[in-house]
């Protein structure tokens, strides 16, 4: 059975980084688009990011474009995304979800980023 | 760019038959597919429709889902309605133009 297992979430300041990584398992992963959403404390879903098979193409919603980077390595199953100057609004819990199609089909139980000083 | 616009909340009785809409705007709905998903109190979303109008395994066929070109739409319909429904519900699409996966705002269903 596909799992998807996020981790590197934590506290940090405005302006500061963070590494969300998400290890895949039980599925072929070189074979599915992944992608990034996440969902700010009380509000609703939003797509952050998306990556090709090979990681040839990478797509962004505009808030983010200039300051996270998603990326794959598919010799170890995994994914992530590179968070740089951080803003209070890039609070949330980010979900690693795996594209069946245009239908995210497995979400992980996500991991969570608050940026306050 | 195109966007999902859902109602903020909805809300019905047990055994009565709700239904979500989710229009688009900035393009239109039926060019690409759209999904539903469901998200309890503190649980991952899980997708209850796909493809327009599809059930993944283990969902009830009270679910059903459509498309309404006439009014660039996609509806959700829950039939038979219980107290476990009660749930967030958002559906989701493609920006073909700008290459972005597009969400719609969420409606809370209440089933009371």
């Known amino acids: 059975e596909a799992q998807l297992v996020e981790s590197g979430g934590g506290l940090v300041r405005p302006g500061g980084s963070l590494r969300l990584s998400c290890a895949a398992s039980?599925?072929?992963?070189?074979?599915?688009?992944m992608s990034w959403v996440r969902q700010a404390p009380g509000k609703g879903l939003e797509w952050v990011a998306n990556i090709k098979e090979d990681g040839s193409e990478k797509y962004y919603v505009d808030s983010v474009k200039g300051r996270f980077t998603i990326s794959r390595d598919n010799a170890k199953n995994s994914l992530f995304l590179q968070m740089n100057s951080l803003r209070a609004e890039d609070t949330a819990m980010y979900y690693c979800?795996?594209?069946?199609?245009?239908?995210?089909?497995?979400w992980g139980p996500g991991t969570l980023v608050t940026v306050s000083s | 760019n195109f966007m999902l616009t859902q109602p903020h909340s909805v809300s019905e009785s047990p055994g009565k038959t709700v239904t979500i809409s989710c229009t688009g705007t900035s393009g239109s709905i039926a060019n690409n597919y759209v999904q539903w998903y469901q998200q309890r109190p503190g649980s991952v979303p899980t997708t209850v429709i796909y493809?327009?109008?599809?059930?993944p395994s283990g969902v009830p066929d009270r679910f059903s889902g459509s498309i309404d070109s006439s009014s660039n739409s996609a509806s959700l319909t829950i039939s038979g309605l219980k107290t476990e429904d009660e749930a967030d519900y958002y559906c989701?699409?493609?920006?073909?133009?700008?290459?972005?996966?597009?969400f719609g705002g969420g409606t809370k269903l209440t089933v009371l």
């Open positions: 493809e327009d109008n599809q059930r």
């Open positions: 039980g599925f072929t992963f070189n074979k599915y688009y």
């Open positions: 989701q699409s493609y920006d073909p133009i700008y290459e972005k996966v597009v």
């Open positions: 979800a795996r594209e069946d199609g245009y239908n995210y089909g497995h």
